[in-house]
């Protein structure tokens, strides 16, 4: 009966050692800043801090308000396939428009205002052994399906310059009122 208790503990402790990687997710910037109807993104640096295990990035989501009238997100990591970090590795990426890189992007709707704090949530599997390599076989040697790493993230609608024309012409006429109220 004792053995098959130190089986279990080790058996749990070996589990529990999975489960304890913890990737680090940094993004760039952590506050995207776009006009009404724009679209902008994040750059990111992962680090796969693991000693044994590759990370195969499967995508990125966004958390959003349940029907948000704000904009929507585009995960550009999951769609471009095979991402892979070897054990300890990084990755950094910038945001690029055109060529489709970094993290993800957000386009605002053309009535958002104001500011939409949520997270970046990267989803991710393990691998004992590096995805790309012949010697791959997905029932063995993946220790762990879903895991995920999340970063504070948040999209600022930022008026147009018209906009903060007209608010200034307005700060000004109420300068003027005003003194000429006082005088």
């Known amino acids: 009966m004792t053995n098959i208790f130190k089986l279990l503990a080790a058996a749990g402790a070996s589990l529990l050692a999975t489960t304890a ?12 800043a776009a006009q009404p109807g724009q679209t902008a993104g994040w750059g990111f640096t992962l680090h796969n801090d693991d000693a044994d295990n590759y990370l195969v990035i499967t995508g990125t989501e ?3 308000p ?12 999951g769609p471009r396939g095979l991402l892979v970090l070897a054990p300890q590795a990084s990755l950094s990426e910038g ?3 055109l060529l489709g890189t970094g993290l993800g992007e957000f386009r605002l709707d053309a009535a958002a205002r104001g500011r939409l704090d949520g997270e970046v949530r990267l989803h991710y599997l393990l691998s004992t052994v590096d995805p790309t390599s012949a010697a791959f076989d ?30 200034g012409i307005g700060a000004v006429l109420a300068l ?6 006082s005088a």
């Open 21 to 32: 990687h913890a990737a680090v997710l940094t993004l760039t910037p952590g506050v995207l």
């Open 62 to 64: 966004f958390s959003l």
């Open 66 to 77: 349940p029907l948000s009238s704000f904009g929507s997100y585009v995960d550009l990591l």
């Open 95 to 97: 945001y690029d428009a």
């Open 138 to 167: 997905p029932d063995a040697h993946i220790v762990s399906f879903d895991a995920s790493v999340s970063a504070q993230a948040a999209v600022q609608a930022v008026p147009e310059p018209a906009s903060w024309a007209l608010f």
């Open 176 to 181: 003027m009122v005003s003194r000429r109220r």
